[in-house]
């Protein structure tokens, strides 16, 4: 159900040619004629836009209490939208609501057309308010917590775990970070090479500017200089009006360039020569512009492979892995495990709503002899996957549906065997094919993944998938 528009006025003609005029937007309308109605609406909807007739009570001209109900109304929920109505002679009214946070004004009478128009303009305000809210929650969640909130091994880095080892990463990211030598992140998929990147850069003196990533496995080598460098308008057909390209954008902050072992041999060069002279030229334009930012890059290829010069420019590499970090696979760091799974679990149980009291003992020894071949993304999509299925009190080891691999992996058969071999007949109870669909998807999605040693622009690949589509997925299997 997507959120309702509310209209307050105490005169039901109004409210009736309201509804009458906005019934086409197709969004649910909610009606108040009171202050007090008004308030309980919205504490008992979810309301994105709300219509005041800033004289709602008749016989008011001044406004006063409906500028009073509008302050009151921002109180309460901080993203709503606000569009005040006035009699044709009050635009002073108006714009004074509008000094107070009202988005827009229609004045009465009002044609029907342009009180649509604003109120669809008001619906898209309050969805990248929304949207905005989202993010900020999601980046909290991605461990910028607001002030405070933080648990004490977590902020304010965003790495949860009390290994050595992260403990290790922790301390390089703090001496690292304030110098503006170029970081090449190394690890393998999911094991939080990004929130390095996000907390370098967040400890960084170019923390107020942009962090920008471009996720150099999705660029397709025809896009890369359009992309990366920017276009002016008309230097190729499609180039209908100025681009920016993510390497300006990045001025004066930090350049992610994530899964850089994928950037084919033939375009090292390109990236090189802006690295070097930090000099970037729009294509279509002759006029170099200066960038001033960091260079952090991530790769899940191993050390030695991004040393084969067959593979990865030397003068490159030199240019990019100033400084190393390591964040090694979750398997080399058990200790963080239950850390990781009770952080989540808060976290998805909030989301869902679904107040859990943690993991069965023979939950949390499943999950300590898992081989985690996804790491932290894999543990983390699990106990989401478990806080949505869990039908009792505690998450149990039925819930974190730990693929085959897992348990064998604990009788010490390897992770990448084990996904090699995981049988149908497994699934179907042993006889004939099983076609279950959704079995089938896990098991292909799970062969690419392991096929390409959970390198997810690679598996996404072989799947004909997008990288986003690719997580999606392993989501949905808990993989
Ligand atoms: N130490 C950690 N503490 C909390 N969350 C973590 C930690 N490590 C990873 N995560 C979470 O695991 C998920 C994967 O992390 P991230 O995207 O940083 O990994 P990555 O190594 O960049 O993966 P990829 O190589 O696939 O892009 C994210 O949801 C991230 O928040």
């Known amino acids: 159900m997507p959120p309702a528009l509310l209209l307050v006025d105490d005169d039901p003609d109004v409210l009736l040619a309201a509804r009458l005029a906005l019934a086409e937007l197709g969004c649910p309308l909610l009606e108040a004629a009171t202050p007090a109605d008004a308030l309980q609406a919205l504490a008992e909807h979810e309301v994105a836009v709300v219509l005041l007739d800033l004289n709602f009570r008749r016989g008011d001209t001044d406004g006063r209490e409906g500028l009073a109900l509008l302050a009151r109304l921002q109180r309460a929920q901080p ?6 109505v006035t009699a044709h002679a009050g635009v002073g009214l ?39 809210e989202r993010a900020r929650r999601q980046a909290a ?14 902020a304010p880095h965003g790495l949860i775990g009390e290994s050595s080892a992260i403990a290790h990463v922790r301390a390089l990211i703090d001496r690292v970070a304030p110098t503006d030598a170029n970081v090449l992140v190394l690890g393998e998929n ?5 929130l390095v990147a996000a907390a370098l850069h967040r400890a960084s003196a170019r923390a107020d500017g ?30 209908r009006s100025d681009r920016v390209g993510r390497i300006a954008a990045a001025d004066g902050g930090t350049l992610f360039l994530d899964e850089i072992g994928n950037l084919p041999l033939a375009l ?41 010069e067959r593979q990865f ?8 892995n100033t400084v190393e970090i390591h964040v090694p696979p979750l398997r080399q760091r058990r200790q963080d495990v239950p850390l990781l799974a009770e952080h989540f679990l808060q976290l998805y149980a909030r989301k869902y709503g679904r107040p859990l009291r943690g993991f069965s003992e023979a939950a949390q020894r499943a999950m300590a002899a898992h081989d985690w071949p996804g790491n932290v993304r894999a543990l983390r999509h699990a106990v989401e996957r478990a806080v949505v299925v869990c039908a009792g009190a505690r998450i149990g080891p039925e819930d974190l549906a730990l693929a085959a691999p897992a348990r064998r992996a604990a009788d010490g058969t390897s992770a990448a065997e084990a996904a090699d071999d995981t049988a149908p007949e497994a699934a179907n109870g042993g006889g004939g094919e099983d076609l279950n669909l959704e079995r089938v998807e896990r098991r292909v999605v799970e062969r690419a993944l392991a096929l390409h040693a959970w390198n997810i622009s690679l598996a996404a690949r072989e799947l004909g998938l997008s990288r986003a589509a690719l997580y999606r997925r392993m ?3 808990g993989l």
């Open 79 to 84: 993203a709503l939208v606000v569009v005040v």
């Open 94 to 132: 108006a714009v004074q609501a509008m000094q107070q946070g009202a988005a827009d004004f229609v004045a009465k009478p009002w044609s029907n057309e342009r009180l649509r128009a604003t109120v669809r303009q008001a619906l898209a305000l309050h969805a990248t308010r929304h949207e905005a």
């Open 141 to 154: 969640e991605l461990g910028q917590p607001p002030a405070g909130s933080a648990g004490p091994r977590e």
């Open 190 to 194: 999911g094991t939080g090479k990004e």
């Open 210 to 239: 942009p962090l920008v990533t471009v996720d150099m496995g999705a660029v397709p080598a025809t896009l890369f200089d359009s992309e990366l460098f920017g276009h002016r308008r008309g230097a190729f057909t499609d180039a």
């Open 268 to 308: 090292q060069p390109r990236l090189l020569a802006v690295l070097e002279r930090r000099l970037v030229t729009p294509v279509g334009s002759d006029r170099p512009l200066p960038v001033d930012l960091r260079v952090v890059s991530a790769t899940n290829l191993r050390r030695d492979t991004l040393a084969d």
């Open 313 to 320: 420019r030397a003068d490159l590499l030199w240019r990019l």
């Open 475 to 477: 989501q949905r299997h």
